[in-house]
């Protein structure tokens, strides 16, 4: 949904403020938040997850959700914008709300082409983190494009069997 979103670069606004229902669900939001800070400054999100992960020094196992989520979309993110392109022509990507894209980019990556992530969970989980940190129609937004996603299992083959990258993170 092309629109305003709350700026999650800003220092009033501190992710980890919101509470949370378990270590990937704040996982997801420090990741979001890093992928947020990368895109709408064109920096690198290995820099900003190194920066991240120091000044917040989360337990182990919400530290090696956020390096899996953030190398895992960082390392796909052109398959994953091709997706996200190709199930929502009518919104241009760079029209797409910066906090948006980046719901959807963990979301994919997580269920589209790591495959570990049940789809429920991962679709579950971006539409709250678009209830928290997205615009008003972000909800719904999020929830169409996954869900149609969901509903391609010859487009989700293709993304799990093009992925070369593997990982030691389990969802």
């Known amino acids: 949904m092309v629109q305003r979103s709350p700026d999650l670069d800003s220092e009033e606004l501190d992710i980890t403020d919101f509470p949370s229902s378990d270590d990937r669900s704040m996982a997801r939001r420090i990741a979001l938040q890093v992928l947020y800070e990368a895109d709408s400054g064109h920096h690198l999100a290995a820099f900003i997850l190194s920066r991240h992960l120091s000044e ?14 953030v190398e895992g979309v960082s390392e796909n993110q052109e398959r994953i914008d091709a997706v996200i392109q190709k199930l929502a022509p009518e919104f241009p990507l760079d029209q797409v709300a910066i906090v948006d894209r980046n719901i959807l980019r963990i979301a994919i990556y997580e269920f589209g082409i790591d495959g570990r992530t049940p789809v429920g969970v991962a679709i579950d ?43 030691g993170q389990e969802a």
């Open 125 to 167: 989980e971006a539409v709250e983190l678009a209830k928290l940190f997205g615009g008003d129609g972000s909800p719904g937004f999020i929830n169409g494009v996954l869900g149609s996603l969901a509903d391609m299992p010859d487009v989700l083959s293709q993304l799990r069997n093009a992925d070369t990258t593997t990982s």
């Open 56 to 69: 917040r020094q989360p337990i182990e196992t919400i530290r090696e959700h956020v390096q899996w989520v």
